[in-house]
């Protein structure tokens, strides 16, 4: 059963583009995002930033209109109380200590000293940094840079934070780290829109999953509707080697091979197939037990099945 | 009936906005605080605080250290007065607070789009008007600061050097401290004209240095022009009120100083139009930081 929401509880977009001059960032954009983990991906250059600035604000469409918790962004004094934004930009105001940077900005909002300092504490301990607070953040590792920055924008408490790829460039410890915070906020009730152009990285903790491609949304959903939608779609395959016909016949054998298909110069084949982790393997068995010479395996260019075959990080080594 | 509604939703929009107005408040002074130690003990400061101490080492060395110079201060002291005048015109308002206040306000937003951290104040529960104003104010204190520093220690050397008791009864009985007053007023206000245009320049212009120069130069060759255009400049005002007329040579034009009562508002609706462009300016500004 579908719960119903009201758009004070919403995030809304009604067909926005946003473009940079001649440069396309997003196109028509209608998604509506609900309570909850949702989690924004696509591969670099695909728009999620580019979303995630219009949302707060920070840039504005070209057309169409957005809506938090039916707030525009372009009322920063409402919208702020409620939101907060984690962007990408890894740089601080000069000069400033963790403590400093978290607790001046919340004197902005408005907070009494008292009020801010104990937010500000509250918020850094949250991130485990007490012990750096007092030190200059011009000294901190990546690491605890990604991780002052989420204290600052979680001090005032917001319902609704989006996070722009906060596990980039983070180590395997950093990354657990971030990720059980996230789920405890979540647990708390607050919302949170979370961009990675690695699916993996983020599928489990999501409950939405929303993929992005050259500005454009390719399909969005309950994480396994969309890995479903994903690989019910076929990617298409151009491989070249010396033998077409015979590893045609070859892969045909797999039950994953929907299609296999001689290219007109008989250089090499056309190849669907519906699980690309297996085929991929599959390749690379064959380049070392038969005599087919394998020169190279390229996705043809379809877009679902190619952001997929990236977003999952594919071992198969074939390029995008 | 109706009236008590009335009464009661002019009391409800009333009270919204005293609200409204001690959270500007609140936000106004959080800034100031960001702001004010950026400008005073921020790498960027160390420029200005050799640029407040140009005119008063100038005069320490004129009035103090130089035997001669101490001896004409305190054997003709009108044709002092008059030489002053002429350095704070030259050195203090047309230098000082030009290149200080070029410094300060070009830089209220740029500084910190290179420095990438703007966007801090764009994600905050603030109005982007309440930023510029606190940002305006941050300014005008910092400027107001160092450079009275320039005025009133200029000063003090020049009546050192007057010798005592000479300079405590100019001071009282002479018109001194109406002087010095008028000294200090024209600082002020030399802040914050220039101010204005700077943080409009900074603003408006992907490269501020033209147009900084082309100020620069229209300030300086102000004295050459004809009366109507003499009028668009920050320089006629601040001159029209200098306690001892400075001379602008042979080839000036002669315009009748602008009262107070003309000059001091025009600077100050100058000022307040430049602020209302700046924060429409800064509520279409999108964060880029020219990159991607
Ligand atoms: N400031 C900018 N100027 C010009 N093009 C931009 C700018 N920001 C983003 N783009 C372009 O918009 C597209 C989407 O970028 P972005 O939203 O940053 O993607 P992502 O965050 O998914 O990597 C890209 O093609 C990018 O080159
Ligand atoms: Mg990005």
Redesign the pocket.
């Known amino acids: 059963m579908r719960v119903e929401y009201r758009p004070e509880e919403l995030i809304v977009f009604e067909d926005v583009s946003k473009f940079?001059?001649e440069?396309?960032?997003v196109n028509r954009i209608n998604l509506t995002i609900e309570p909850g983990i949702t989690s924004l991906v696509?591969p670099?250059?695909?728009?999620?930033?580019?979303?995630m600035n219009l949302m707060t604000g920070l840039i504005q469409p070209t057309r169409g209109e957005i809506r938090l918790l039916g707030i525009a962004p372009t009322d920063p004094e409402q919208l702020f109380r409620r939101v907060g934004y984690c962007g990408q930009f890894d740089s601080f105001p000069r000069g400033v200590t963790g403590y400093q940077f978290v607790n001046s900005f919340l004197r902005v909002h408005g907070y009494e000293k008292r009020q801010a300092e104990e937010k500000a504490w509250q918020a850094i301990e949250r991130v485990d940094l007490v012990e750096a607070a007092s030190r200059k953040v011009a000294g901190y590792s990546k690491g605890m840079r990604q991780r002052i920055r989420l204290a600052q924008s979680i001090a005032h408490e917001p319902q609704v934070m989006i996070l722009d790829e906060p596990l980039n460039g983070l180590d395997p410890m950093a990354r657990a780290e971030t990720i059980r915070i996230f789920r405890e906020l979540a647990r708390e009730g607050m919302h949170l829109i979370i961009?990675s152009h690695i699916l993996h990285e983020v599928d489990t903790m999501s409950d939405r999953v929303v993929l992005i491609n050259n500005?454009y949304i390719l399909a969005e959903g309950g994480v396994t509707g969309v890995r479903e939608e994903i690989e019910d779609h076929p990617m298409q395959v151009m491989i070249r080697c010396n033998l077409p016909r015979e590893l045609a016949a070859r892969v045909f054998a797999a039950p994953h091979v929907v299609e296999a298909q001689l290219h007109p110069d008989r250089q090499g084949l056309f190849v669907k197939t519906t699980d690309p982790d297996e085929f991929f393997l599959m390749m690379n068995r064959l380049a070392i037990e038969s005599s087919v010479v394998i020169e190279s395996v390229t996705p043809v260019d379809d877009d679902l099945a190619a952001v997929y075959h990236y977003l999952i990080g594919s071992s198969g080594g074939g390029e995008v | 009936m109706i009236f008590a509604k009335i009464k009661t939703s002019l009391i409800g929009l009333t009270s919204v906005d005293r609200a409204s107005l001690s959270l500007w408040r609140c936000q106004i002074l959080a800034i100031l605080r960001i702001e004010l130690s950026k400008n005073f003990w921020g790498r960027r400061a160390m420029l200005l605080y050799l640029l407040a101490l140009v005119p008063v080492v100038i005069l320490f060395l004129l009035a103090i250290v130089d035997p001669d110079g101490a001896s004409d201060i305190s054997r003709d002291w009108n044709s002092s007065q008059q030489a002053f005048v002429n350095i704070f015109d030259a050195l203090i308002l047309r230098s000082v607070v030009f290149f200080g206040s070029t410094w300060i306000f070009m830089n209220l937003f740029r500084g910190e789009v290179v420095d990438r951290s703007l966007h801090y104040y764009f994600l905050a529960p603030l109005r982007r008007e309440v930023l510029v104003a606190a940002k305006y104010i941050a300014g005008m204190v910092a400027a107001a600061v160092l450079f009275s520093f320039s005025t009133l220690g200029s000063i003090f050397f020049l009546y050192y050097a007057r010798g005592y008791p000479a300079n405590i009864d100019f001071l009282l009985d002479g018109g001194g401290w109406q002087q010095i007053l008028a000294y200090e007023a024209i600082t002020l206000l030399a802040c914050l004209g220039y101010g204005a245009i700077f943080m409009f320049i900074g603003l408006f212009f992907r490269n501020p240095i033209i147009p900084g120069l082309v100020v620069y130069g229209w300030e300086w060759i102000n004295f050459l022009l004809p009366p109507l255009l003499k009028k668009i400049s920050i320089i006629h005002y601040l001159e029209s009120h200098l306690p001892i007329p400075v001379d602008e040579g042979p080839f000036a034009t002669i315009v009748a100083p602008t009262a107070v009562w003309i000059s001091v508002p025009s600077l100050l609706i100058f000022t307040g139009l430049v602020l209302t462009l700046t924060a429409i300016r800064i509520r279409r500004m999108e964060i880029?930081y020219g990159?991607?």
Do not use: F
């Not at chain 1, 670099?44 to 979303?51: C, I, Q």
């Open positions: 940079y001059g440069i396309l960032g696509g670099n250059g695909s728009g999620k930033t580019t979303l961009s500005g | 880029r990159m991607e």
